[in-house]
T-cell receptor, first 109, second 116 residues
Framework: DAKTTQPNSMESNEEEPVHLPCNHSTISGTDYIHWYRQLPSQGPEYVIHGLTSNVNNRMASLAIAEDRKSSTLILHRATLRDAAVYYCIRYSGNTPLVFGKGTRLSVIA | DAMVIQNPRYQVTQFGKPVTLSCSQTLNHNVMYWYQQKSSQAPKLLFH???????NEADTPDNFQSRRPNTSFCFLDIRSPGLGDAAMYLC???????????????FGPGTRLTVL
């Protein structure tokens, strides 16, 4: 049970920002939010993770709601190479990652 | 530069014929994982090793076994593949940097198994 809810698919135009939502309303106080993405015919790759405050790295930004019941992965300028399935994962650290269905992002040129 | 290597990338086997998939890593991570991913589905954890300690997921079929002879290598053995075992098999590693909750997994490119 992934315990997160994401839209099945989203579409974005190239070079525009993309906001990928994730609902994790039953998250516990110590669970981190991790995001991975899986490009076509490849294994998943780590994108970003956070606990309470917003996080930025070279790939993306993660905005976590104040009540921690939801979060949003932000790709600031989508490129064709960002077309992938994006997985939002609650991670307690006690057990390995459990992947949900994720959001399939399509990027239109 | 490859950190998690899976061989072969594509494997074809016959129904009931044992097959072994291999994974190696250059990261010296102490945890290694095997996932099964069927078409259009999310990766599903089969088992993982913490060093030499083997941890089997409750719903992993007995048909699937694993070996980890040393830190760098891990094998997935499918004793009698059925048509339903056709899938992408993903190997991943983690080193528990920063603690369990912030741990990052590194995935290999996967081996796509076809069962004829």
């Amino acid at each position: 049970d992934a315990k997160t809810t994401q839209p099945n698919s989203m579409e974005s135009n190239e070079e525009e920002p993309v906001h990928l939502p994730c609902n994790h309303s039953t998250i516990s106080g110590t669970d981190y939010i991790h995001w991975y993405r899986q490009l076509p015919s490849q294994g998943p790759e780590y994108v970003i993770h956070g606990l309470t405050s917003n996080v930025n790295n070279r790939m993306a930004s993660l905005a976590i709601a104040e009540d921690r019941k939801s979060s949003t992965l932000i790709l600031h300028r989508a490129t064709l190479r960002d077309a992938a399935v994006y997985y939002c994962i609650r991670y307690s650290g006690n057990t390995p990652l459990v992947f949900g269905k994720g959001t399939r992002l399509s990027v239109i040129a | 530069d490859a950190m998690v290597i899976q061989n072969p990338r594509y494997q074809v086997t016959q129904f009931g014929k044992p097959v072994t998939l291999s994974c190696s890593q250059t990261l010296n991570h102490n945890v290694m994982y095997w996932y099964q991913q069927k078409s259009s589905q999310a990766p599903k954890l089969l088992f993982h090793y913490y060093d030499k300690d083997f941890n089997n997921e409750a719903d992993t079929p007995d048909n699937f076994q694993s070996r980890r002879p040393n830190t760098s290598f891990c094998f997935l053995d499918i004793r009698s593949p059925g048509l339903g075992d056709a899938a992408m098999y993903l190997c991943a590693t983690s080193g528990l940097e920063g603690g369990p909750r912030t741990d990052t997994q590194y995935f290999g490119p996967g081996t796509r198994l076809t069962v004829l």
